[in-house]
T-cell receptor, first 111, second 112 residues
Framework: GENVEQHPSTLSVQEGDSAVIKCTYSDSASNYFPWYKQELGKGPQLIIDIRSNVGEKKDQRIAVTLNKTAKHFSLHITETQPEDSAVYFC??????????FGAGTRLTVKP | DAGITQSPRHKVTETGTPVTLRCHQT?????MYWYRQDPGHGLRLIHY???????DKGEVSDGYSVSRSKTEDFLLTLESATSSQTSVYFC???????????FGEGSWLTVV
């Protein structure tokens, strides 16, 4: 089955700086890659996703890039704000198979 | 927010007792899932359902059973709780296997 690795496990940045979280996956058949943000005591919330027919997707300060050849994808947050502080999870899914998640990255944005 | 309600939100139970967690959705989505979340492991799939009375195992199904008698309700049962089942349990829904998965707010279970 799919295996997803996520790095780093913790990330601390100054407000206004950019943050990058990287994930690798093992199954070349995976075709859907979402990113979730989880605040303390809450469930994961989808913030952006990308499918394998697209190399990059942006939504305001958030962007995701996908390199199918290298089997890795990344989350980029620009102009970070304290409210961006949370745990972020990447995931990968092959069609009709269950979603496999990375172990998470705890992002802290210092004011 | 996706219309997902989990109950109870917090529970402390003793080893060996049965526990049932309930997930209720108002979105009429076909697929429902139960995940557990543990430090260092992210979210792992326990069981999922693709319709009323249609369920299948996930990555970490041992010690758990599920039932879905109505489209809107998906129950997770621990027949005899063990300390290794202390975790945060998330219900999730999606319209189909190619669609986005939306999560509930979680149920914190402590087995003592």
């Amino acid at each position: 089955g799919e295996n997803v690795e996520q790095h780093p496990s913790t990330l601390s940045v100054q407000e206004g700086d950019s943050a990058v979280i990287k994930c690798t996956y093992s199954d070349s058949a995976s075709n859907y890659f979402p990113w979730y943000k989880q605040e303390l005591g809450k469930g994961p919330q989808l913030i952006i996703d990308i499918r394998s027919n697209v190399g990059e997707k942006k939504d305001q300060r958030i962007a995701v890039t996908l390199n199918k050849t290298a089997k890795h994808f990344s989350l980029h947050i620009t102009e970070t704000q304290p409210e961006d502080s949370a745990v972020y999870f990447c995931a990968a899914r092959e069609h009709n198979n269950d979603m496999r998640f990375g172990a998470g990255t705890r992002l802290t944005v210092k004011p | 927010d996706a219309g997902i309600t989990q109950s109870p939100r917090h529970k402390v139970t003793e080893t060996g007792t049965p526990v049932t967690l309930r997930c209720h959705q108002t979105e009429n989505h076909r697929y429902m899932y139960w995940y557990r979340q543990d430090p260092g492991h992210g979210l792992r799939l326990i069981h999922y359902s693709y319709g009323v009375k249609d369920t299948d195992k996930g990555e970490v199904s041992d010690g758990y059973s599920v039932s879905r008698s109505k489209t809107e309700d998906f129950l997770l049962t621990l027949e005899s709780a063990t300390s290794s089942q202390t975790s945060v349990y998330f219900c999730a829904i999606s319209e189909g296997t190619a669609n986005t998965i939306y999560f509930g707010e979680g149920s914190w279970l402590t087995v003592v």
